[in-house]
């Protein structure tokens, strides 16, 4: 007898066909790519972007973007890469639990905040104080994949990223893109509570009583018990959800973590420096669009979007080393 067997694409797609939900996006009912490609042969299409999302660029450098902390120095506080693993792990529960097409949840989740600005949700407000109406990571995800690094993802993948956030009120395509919105705020309301502890800025015994009495305590037992209020509410409802009474202490702890970590008013002074050098990042930028390397330099885009395009992209410690090259006063 063989050790193996092997698992071709035409393979997977006949076990998706027998095993999966009838709810579920199977492989082979994807609405495909913009530029047609030839089928993998051991891949599925959902598995194939998983993996291009995963070796891409803009993924790596997910590792020097800031969650919380800007820049921080400590090794185990969370990284937009630790924060989007993190999330990815939690869509694959949910998505297996519920017999959906993992490899889809997972591909979206990678991808989800590969267009986050440097300094976290601070860039991404500052940012929108140069365009009309709001600029946001989830559409310069899609933006990175389709324009500055292009990956010829499919159609369902890009419409989760795009569809990720809870400001947006459209709904993803599939039950799979769905996902991601649950998934990403578990992952933060669950590792910034334990950062915020970890850097003694929250105390334990000072969460609300109804996040405690719903969730347990601050770390594993609040994942647990929103992923499993997840799967049981999605069952019965048949759309991905969240239990009312749960869905409303994780919006307690969400106030709770804005209020007392996000925004709080001893971060005040980092918040403005970050808010100063994408700021000032831009506008310089924009009077010396030259300066700017040539693969952000392109006719099909007009000079602000293409700055944005450039200082969106860097990390955290790329932004400030540049801003100090460029404003810090030279003493020699």
């Known amino acids: 007898m063989h050790a193996f067997r092997l698992r071709t694409r035409e393979t997977a797609e006949a076990i998706e066909d027998e095993i999966l939900a009838p709810g579920a996006m199977l492989s082979s009912s994807s609405q495909g790519r913009a530029i047609p490609e030839e089928p993998d042969h051991w891949r599925t299409p959902f598995e194939r972007d998983h993996d291009r999302i995963l070796h891409s660029k803009a993924f790596r450098r997910l590792k020097h973007k800031t969650q919380v902390f800007m820049n921080p120095e400590g090794d185990h506080f969370v990284t937009r890469m630790t924060h989007t693993l993190q999330v990815t792990q939690i869509g694959s529960a949910i998505a297996t639990a519920l017999s959906l097409n993992v490899a889809l ?134 759309e ?58 392109h006719d099909e885009a007009d000079d602000l979007t293409q700055v944005i395009d450039y200082v969106a992209g860097m990390t955290d410690r790329y932004a400030i080393r540049t801003h100090d090259e460029l404003f810090r006063p030279k003493l020699f």
């Open 240 to 297: 991905i959800a969240m239990e009312s009474s749960k869905l409303e202490a994780m919006l307690t702890l969400r106030s709770y973590m804005f209020e007392n970590v996000y925004l709080r008013a001893s971060a005040e002074t980092q918040r403005k420096r970050a808010q100063q050098i994408v700021r000032d990042l831009v506008t310089y930028y924009l009077e010396h669009h030259d300066e700017m390397p040539e693969t952000y330099r």
């Open 105 to 238: 949840a997972e591909a979206v989740c990678l991808g989800h905040d590969v267009g986050h600005s440097p300094f976290g949700h601070t860039g991404e407000d500052e940012l929108s104080e140069f365009v009309e109406g709001e600029w946001r990571h989830s559409e310069q995800s899609v933006r990175i994949f389709e324009v500055l690094e292009p990956l010829n993802l499919t159609f369902e993948v890009l419409d989760g990223i795009r569809t990720h956030p809870w400001k947006v009120e459209q709904r993803a395509v599939t039950h799979e893109g769905d996902i991601v919105r649950y998934a990403d705020r578990i992952a933060y309301l669950a590792h910034d509570a334990l950062d915020a502890l970890r850097a003694e800025i929250l105390d334990p015994s000072e969460f609300p009583d109804e996040v405690l009495r719903a969730f347990g305590e601050p770390g594993r037992d609040w994942i647990q018990a929103m992923v499993q209020s997840v799967i049981d509410e999605s069952y019965r409802q048949n």
